[in-house]
């Protein structure tokens, strides 16, 4: 538990246990897990429990359209230790190929639910992306939220790959639990895929807009559009500058109807 002092040599033995097997659904040579909300929960903090550097991306239509169009967003997504189906999309994909996957796992929750057990467990955070002045009024509120958590570093998200050292050291030298990033999916998935091993931190997810509507400067979807799976509509309704990247929605249903028996298959990679 963070909180006492853990030797190299008991960080050692931690990551040396063996990494439970999570049942997946290949997509496209992307393995998404069919794990529902509590057991991807008990999945995090046991990689927390055994400070085993674990990547989650929470991975959508859009971003798997992006992947088959671009190697490096397919490389981080296929490589990722943990890639759970956040869109309605993926979950219809899953469904429709004969694999369902047991829920939705929404990225916000599961930020959220990592904090709830961050709580009664004492974890540590580190913030990672946006502006300070949305990222510290996020720290704040999520301070408040969660007073058990301890929210150890933020750093903005505006930054060039020549200084990715020096945030990297920051973040290696506050050493928590939880590495958040709010980087925009292109950026912050491949951002983290490339350090992820220099990070060295147990748990580490992108978390797009989230902190956003967390500071209070983005509304998320009524609970009702949630439930039905148009979180995405909504989002169109406040940004409407989105309705390019949302015209990979329809391209990818289309994509796994004409490509049903062969979306499972193994994929060449790119």
């Not at 369902?100 to 959220?112: I, K, Q, Y």
């Not at 050291?169 to 925009?184: C, N, Q, S, T, Y």
């Not at 983005?218 to 409407?240: D, N, T, V």
């Amino acid at each position: 538990m963070k909180g006492m002092t853990v030797t190299v040599h008991e960080k050692r033995q931690a990551q040396a246990a063996p990494v439970p097997e999570v049942p997946v659904v290949p997509m496209y040579g992307m393995s998404f897990s069919r794990m529902n909300m509590k057991d991807t929960v008990r999945y995090l903090t046991e990689a927390i429990e055994q400070r085993r550097t674990t990547q989650v991306i929470t991975g959508n239509p859009i971003m798997i359209m992006t992947a088959l169009e671009n190697p490096v967003f397919h490389r981080a997504m296929r490589e990722a230790e943990l890639l759970v189906p956040d869109g309605a999309g993926a979950v219809w994909a899953a469904n429709y190929v004969g694999m369902p996957v047991a829920e939705r796992v929404a990225g916000f929750d599961l930020l959220h639910e990592l904090l709830h057990v961050g709580e009664q467990k004492r974890w540590s955070v580190f913030l990672l992306g946006t502006t300070q002045e949305v990222i510290d009024e996020a720290a704040d509120r999520l301070k408040r939220q969660y007073p058990l958590v301890r929210f150890i570093g933020t750093h903005h998200g505006f930054f060039g790959d020549d200084e990715d050292a020096e945030v990297i050291a920051k973040i290696r030298e506050a050493d928590p639990d939880m590495l958040f990033v709010a980087r925009g999916v292109h950026n912050q998935e491949p951002w983290i895929a490339k350090h992820k091993q220099a990070l060295g931190v147990p748990v580490m997810m992108g978390i797009g807009g989230s902190l956003d509507v967390i500071a209070g400067k983005l509304k998320r979807a009524p609970l009702f559009m949630q439930r039905l799976g148009l979180e995405w509509l909504y989002r169109l309704m406040l940004q409407p500058s989105r309705i390019g990247r949302m015209l990979a929605l329809p391209k990818f249903v289309i994509k796994v109807m004409r490509d049903r028996e062969n979306v499972t298959k193994e994929y060449p990679t790119p």
